[in-house]
């Protein structure tokens, strides 16, 4: 997928406005010290596309929520507040990673509500590095254990929740990540239409979604041959 995501960034044409990555770029992001040598990659690969003049934008996920100043100085791109909202073509977008739109899944809003406090983070990222890959590590494997053994429904987003977000963004079109369930999703929104636009991850293949004036359309990213 590395290679994919290199070849990616490679080959968008020079005419793309901005590019913006919606969270979890990373695996898990322990600190912008990081010396991870996948990431260095990344990194390198985001440089060269800025460096051509590619505007890029990279808001923080569940695992990547520690990107700072460091990595927008290593990567030459700009990190960007969850939720935000951007006009695409004349049209108002709300932009979230979509963690924070799960709330019935409980066991993870209270590890959010854990992760994203400054002491906690001041804290961890005092560390040292070692100590900080092992604990990623370990919150990781729970992770994967936990969701495995979680129901499907809870770890989709919460209907309330997306239709609360939507109105205090006073938008129509939500664009998100992070349930591993790409769709576009028509609904009704105050008696009038609103669409929710859910981007895939980069498992199997790579996808990336593409918005003009016509509207947005999803694109796999296939490896090549
Ligand atoms: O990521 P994904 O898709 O597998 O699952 C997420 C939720 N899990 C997470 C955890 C991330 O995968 C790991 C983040 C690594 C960050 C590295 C930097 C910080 C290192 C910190 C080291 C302590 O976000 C998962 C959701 C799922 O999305 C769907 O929404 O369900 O949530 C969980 O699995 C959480 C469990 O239900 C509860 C876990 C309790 C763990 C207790 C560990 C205590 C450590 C607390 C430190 C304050």
Not at 62 to 83: A, H, I, M
Not at 94 to 120: E, V
Request: charged share 30%.
């Amino acid at each position: 997928m590395l290679a994919l995501f290199e070849r990616f960034l490679a080959e968008l044409p020079e005419r793309s406005d901005r590019l913006y990555i919606l969270g979890d770029l990373f695996e898990a992001w322990i600190g912008d010290d990081d010396d991870d040598p996948a990431a260095a990659r990344v990194l390198a690969a985001l440089r060269r596309a800025s460096g051509r003049g590619l505007d890029i934008r990279v808001m923080h996920g569940n695992r990547d929520f520690l990107l700072g100043p460091g990595f927008e100085q290593r990567s030459g791109t700009r990190l960007v507040p969850d939720p935000l909202v951007v006009d695409i073509a004349g049209e108002p977008s709300l932009l979230m990673h979509g963690d924070s739109l799960c709330t019935d899944d409980q066991a993870y809003q209270q590890l959010r509500r854990q992760l994203r406090d400054p002491d906690w983070q001041r804290d961890f990222l005092a560390r040292p590095l070692p100590e900080r890959r092992a604990m990623a590590r370990q919150l990781r494997a729970t992770s994967r254990q936990e969701t495995a053994a979680k129901d499907e429904a809870i770890m989709d987003v919460n209907p309330d929740a997306v239709a609360a977000a939507l109105r205090r963004a006073g938008v129509r079109r939500l664009i998100h990540g992070h349930t591993h369930r790409p769709g576009h999703h028509h609904l009704q929104l105050d008696g009038r239409p609103a669409e929710r636009i859910v981007l895939g991850d980069w498992y199997q293949a790579g996808s990336a979604l593409w918005c003009d004036e016509a509207g947005c359309r999803q694109r796999p990213v296939l490896p090549a041959g």
